[in-house]
């Protein structure tokens, strides 16, 4: 069975610095990798995903993540925190296959300092 | 392209007392359709998914059911409310094929149980 961790609850940064969310994942094959974030009181948003090639994926709002098989891990990347970027993060993987329910990580809630 | 409306927003209901919530998916055709819920500090949990009309499965055994009356349509129901129904409840969707495991979230929905 496929399962996520994020193992950070919450992550403080300060306005301008850079970012790096944790995301390990369990799976025997190649999955399907997706980061979302979450605004207070609003649905997810997809950041980006990796279906497969290039295994640094480029996503919105400058948001980057980088697939390393060896490691099991897919992180989230931001050269530079914006306080808009404040929010829940959460990580997900998934089978190949229409019928496979990607399985989210419990989350990550950025708090960024002025 | 695609859109997902669910509603209402935000909802406060008696215990004892019934629930709908609808979502609807536009511009795609026999979606894959989901509904989440998502309490304080808990992550996400799968609470229904269809792949088709009248095809529902459930992954928590609950207080809660599902219907899905038309192609694009889905509805969260109860006849009777808990206290612990309370939460955040979340529709989505993705395609049907086998490289559609990209789910897409409504805007959600706030319940409040009193």
């Known amino acids: 069975a496929q399962s996520v961790t994020q193992p950070d609850i919450h992550i403080t940064v300060s306005e301008g610095a850079s970012l790096e969310l944790r995301c390990n994942y369990s799976y025997g094959a190649t999955p399907y990798l997706f980061w979302y974030v979450q605004s207070p009181g609003q649905g997810l948003q997809l950041l980006l995903k990796?279906?497969?090639?290039?295994?640094l994926v480029q996503g919105i709002k400058g948001f980057e993540a980088e697939f390393k098989r060896s490691q099991s891990s897919f992180n989230l990347r931001k050269p530079s925190v914006h306080w808009s970027d404040a929010a829940e993060y959460f990580c997900a993987v998934g089978g190949r296959g229409g019928s496979y329910i990607p399985t989210f990580g419990r989350g990550t809630s950025l708090i960024v300092h002025p | 392209s695609q859109t997902i409306h669910q509603w209402p927003a935000t909802l406060v209901q008696p215990v004892g007392s019934p629930l709908s919530l609808e979502c609807t998916v536009e511009?795609?055709?026999?979606?894959?359709l989901y509904w989440y819920r998502q309490a304080a500090g808990r992550g996400l949990q799968l609470l229904f998914y269809?792949?088709?009309?009248?095809?529902i499965s459930s992954e928590v055994p609950q207080n809660l059911s599902a219907s899905r009356p038309q192609d694009r349509q889905f509805i969260l129901s109860s006849k009777k409310l808990l206290l612990s129904d309370s939460g955040f409840y979340l529709c989505a969707w993705s395609w049907s094929g086998p490289s559609g495991n990209t789910i897409y979230f409504g805007e959600g929905s706030w319940l409040t149980v009193v």
């Open positions: 511009g795609t055709s026999n979606p894959n």
């Open positions: 269809s792949v088709g009309i009248g095809q």
């Open positions: 990796y279906f497969s090639g290039d295994t």
